[in-house]
């Protein structure tokens, strides 16, 4: 299987859009409908400009978020929505991602931030090794209603 990120472009706009507006994968969007606000092609590009698509096999799989959130310190900050996943796709996306934090952009630390009633993910980054430094209480307005989110991080060195 390989996998590998490209930067969006204006042509993934229609197929992030469907996406987003998946009720079934909305689950996966820290934010929900109105999609974000980037529901109109100006706002999208200019709101990419950290997001990448996964490309499993030549096909477009995901959105991934990433980026360094504190240079002196050389802590980045990523998320991903898979929409079409099979086992492992988590796991793999999840190395690729190490490699380019830590590896090509010598990053000491790299989180994530997911809604707290993510079961499987949460399961999936301790597996990864991650550590659960916490939990926002009621920030993210998610369906609707504030919900906790959690922050998970992995140390280089671990």
């Not at 597996?127 to 609707?144: D, I, P, Q, V």
Request: hydrophobic share 35%; with cysteine; aromatic share 8%.
């Amino acid at each position: 299987m390989q996998m590998h990120l490209r930067p969006i472009t204006i042509e993934d706009f229609n197929m992030v859009i469907e996406w987003a507006q998946n009720p079934q994968l909305d689950e996966y969007f820290r934010r929900t409908p109105p999609v974000c606000d980037w529901a109109e092609p100006s706002k999208f590009m200019q709101q990419m400009g950290d997001k990448y698509i996964v490309i499993k096999n030549k096909e477009a799989i995901g959105l991934l978020s990433m980026g360094i959130e504190d240079h002196l310190s050389r802590t980045a900050k990523w998320g991903v929505l898979l929409a079409k996943k099979e086992r492992g796709d988590s796991n793999k996306v999840n190395e690729v991602v190490k490699s380019i934090l830590f590896d090509k952009l010598g990053c000491n630390k790299i989180f994530c931030i997911i809604l707290s009633h993510r079961e499987g993910l949460r399961q999936i980054l301790e597996n990864a090794g991650y550590r659960h430094e916490g939990t926002l209480k009621k920030s993210c307005l998610y369906r609707g209603k504030l919900v906790d989110e959690c922050l998970y991080s992995l140390l280089r060195e671990e």
